[in-house]
């Protein structure tokens, strides 16, 4: 199978940056996509940015400007750099793969990691 695992999140003050990132393991045949979706409380699980194979990229509007996802394919590793830090980026960050899985039989799945908490102060 394949794995997720996430690190980077935590506590800063209003106006600063955060690194995120997310690396997958595991029976891996490729990766096409790779993305992080943000859930705060009370609130659905929004796509934040995403990026393909080729290295295009998408951003939620309200982060434009201030977050770059990159990609690191060597390692099936998907970055998060997050500046000018808002209270309203406060929420559960998770990531996401869209891998085709090896083995006898290649199936596409998408994965996800297990959360990892940035909280902003103002």
């Known amino acids: 199978q394949v794995h997720l695992v996430e690190s980077g999140g935590g506590l800063v003050q209003a106006g600063g940056s955060l690194r995120l990132s997310c690396a997958a393991s595991?029976?891996?045949?490729?990766?096409?996509?790779m993305g992080w979706y943000r859930q705060a409380p009370g609130k659905q699980r929004d796509l934040v940015a995403s990026i393909i194979s080729g290295g295009s990229t998408n951003y939620q509007d309200s982060v434009k400007g201030r977050f770059t996802i990159s990609r690191d394919d060597a390692s099936n590793t998907v970055y998060l750099l997050m500046n000018s830090l808002k209270p309203e980026d406060t929420a559960l960050y998770y990531c996401?793969?869209?891998?085709?899985?090896?083995?006898?039989?290649?199936?596409?799945?998408?994965?996800w990691g297990q959360g990892t908490q940035v909280t902003v102060s103002s």
């Open positions: 595991g029976s891996i045949f490729s990766i096409n996509g």
């Open positions: 996401y793969a869209d891998v085709t899985v090896s083995g006898q039989r290649q199936y596409n799945a998408r994965y």
